[in-house]
């Protein structure tokens, strides 16, 4: 039987607000920018740059070139795909472009009337990824997230832009200060010939005031100051400060009985300690129900085997889903070749971990045994690095960090899932309904 496959929405235009519409309008003979090089719009989550942006490079290269190469780049390709090239996709074809999306080469064709170019899409996502986009020489490139990309990548990515009119296009939200991006283009502007539109959710007009509320109670600290009020702010301080001993720490008898999912959480230590959390969950509550922490200099080192032993000891015959470490690789042989199953490499991006737990402290969806007295000591120790946001990176100082970091790659890792698995029952439902596919 044929599967069936859901039919992208109609795109739905909205009114542009006039910072969309200078982003739609800057390269244009008529705009007093046209002969800037590149165009930069940072600022906060939900303000409608990728939509004006996107749409814009699109038009901008139908009408400057015929038969040129493009590039447009995100941290990934999935990414890029996902909150770019989608959308772009359903705005174009309600505008008559033609665009043939070859997903094995990344390439989208696309053409109006006799006129028709190429789109190489790549992802950004490491130091290695300059070595993709080598060689090819291209009329423009498009940047979604750029501070999310390392300097070498975007570096060798401009360099390609070597045909006369050439323009550059950036869109990111505010990382720190220091980062590379703020210093050698934003704090730079004249010299590299660069508009900057700076954006803060009031320019979507699509947006709601109820919609801008729900995200202004997303995000917390640090995170706030940027996606929200799209702040180049520094990342110091005590990480999870939204965390309050008197709402989140509970007695063991406080928890329920019963949970709707349970998993462990383990960050394992070759030369550091290992540790395993116990999570149960109840619906958007997560319930860290016990512990278990071995620290080699105190108590001498452990065998995985040993290791092993502990965890089926912890477990207790119970059954748990186990979100571990991606680095301990002979670990996971090892509880592999044992049977223990739900074995699952957690998601280990540090950032949108962090932000993902603080969260849960910020809407009281998260609660720690009384017992647990290393996560709860490493909880209010756990602080930004001030040295690397010096240097322009977010890190946590790899102290008192073993605990946090088993639990943002439990927490993270499910919410992951759950998002997911919201998203799947979402299309199963628009296919039952008949809504949408052919």
Known sequence: MATLKLKPSPFKWKPFSDKQVQVLTWWMPESPHHDMDAIICDGSVRAGKTVAMS?????????????????????TIGALRRNVVGPLKRMLASRGYQVHDNKTDNVLTVSRGLVSNQFFLFGGKDERSQDLIQGITLAGMFFDEVALMPKSFVDQATARCSIEAAKIWFNCNPAGPYHWFKVEWLDNLAGKRAIHLHFMMEDNLSLSEKVRDRYRRMYTGIFYQRFILGLWVMAEGVIFSKFNDAIHKKPREWFPAQFDRKFICIDYGANNPTTFL??????????ELDEYYHDIKKLGERTNSEYADELQAFVDGDEYAIFIDPSAKAFIIELQQRGINHIQAAVNDVLDGIQTVSNRFQHDELYICADNTNSLKELVSYIWDEKAAQRGEDKPIKQNDHTCDARRYGIHTDYLIQQSKARKEERRKRHDEGVGWI
């Open 55 to 75: 749409f814009s490079y699109i038009v901008w290269a139908t009408e400057t070139f015929r038969s040129e190469q493009f590039g447009m780049a995100g941290k």
């Open 278 to 287: 116990k999570y149960g969950v109840q619906g958007n509550v997560y319930y």
